[in-house]
């Protein structure tokens, strides 16, 4: 029996593109929700579950920042997927037959220009590769799918257009997830490494300036700083970070130490090997804080 990886979605979606992708040979579960994905791992169902974690344009996935703080399960392992979306309708229809176009409301919006240039009345679905499921299901020439392109031979689709997105160059940030397991040691995880990590500052004027600091003064490349609410209070405010290295680094234990003089929490979501694509994409672009 293969071993088996979650996500959420419905087959053909990109996160479960991704599955195979990291995966190849595993069995991929779509799951309902995140949350189901999560209970998957920490039920033994799946090994692991693929989680899409931030966008190049439509930024941070929703829910996401409040879910992985919760969970016991750690980030073993990052993914870049370029973003491909086709114009899918059902077989024997022509494109200019079409009317409207379904998909998920990112998805509506990252192909805004093929949409305006047809004249389609753009609809709202959950998910991606669902809109191309219920395409084929009504059988009707009138209604499109913007799907990842695994939807169409999923579905049985028509593909009228590939590579339809308005930016080439959108991608899309996966995390791998696993139970709950020790931080890799600087031995086990001797390349460029990622540590993804939460902390909420002390009640103090220009706390989070101060606790940012010691990354700063060390050279740590900082790639994702996000804040929000817990416990339904203003001032109660947590922060997701990414930075580029290992804990056990002496410029990391330096910024870990004065963070932690800041902070009244500090938790380690997972450290991983950073993705080659960060890596490209780093010679190209300017340092972060």
């Not at 939460?198 to 989070?208: C, E, G, I």
């Amino acid at each position: 029996m293969a071993p088996a990886i979650a996500y959420q979605g419905e087959p053909g979606s990109n996160s479960h593109m991704a599955c195979l992708e990291v995966r190849p040979g595993w069995d991929a579960v779509p799951c309902a929700s995140f949350e189901d994905a999560f209970a998957a791992v920490t039920s033994g169902e799946t090994e692991l579950a693929m989680i899409p974690i931030d966008n190049s344009i439509a930024g941070r996935v929703a829910d996401i920042h409040a879910l992985l703080p919760k969970t016991t399960l750690q980030i073993v392992e990052e993914f870049f997927l370029p973003i491909r979306f086709s114009l899918l309708g059902i077989p024997g229809a022509t494109v200019e037959q079409a009317r409207e176009v379904h998909s998920h409301i990112h998805a509506l919006g990252q192909c805004r220009k093929l949409i305006r240039r047809l004249g389609l009345t753009p609809v709202i679905a959950g998910d991606t590769a669902g809109s191309a499921r219920e395409v084929a299901e009504w059988n009707d020439p009138t209604k499109v799918s913007l799907a990842p392109p695994m939807a169409a031979e999923l579905y049985g689709l028509q593909v009228f257009a590939e590579k339809v997105e308005d930016d080439p160059t959108n991608t899309t940030r996966f995390v791998v997830l696993a139970d709950s397991r020790p931080v890799p040691s600087r031995e086990e995880l001797p390349g460029p490494a990622v540590t993804s990590f939460v902390f909420r500052v002390r009640n103090v004027p220009s706390a989070l300036y101060k606790a940012l600091g010691g990354f700063a003064t060390n050279g740590i490349n900082m790639t994702r700083l996000e804040s929000y609410m817990v416990g339904g209070e203003f001032a109660a405010t947590m922060f997701m970070v990414d930075v580029e290295g290992h804990p056990e680094d002496q410029s990391m234990v330096h910024a870990f130490e004065e963070l932690e003089f800041f902070t009244t929490e500090i938790r380690i979501l997972g450290v991983y090997p950073a993705h080659p694509f960060r890596l490209h994409r780093g010679a190209e672009q300017p340092a972060g804080a």
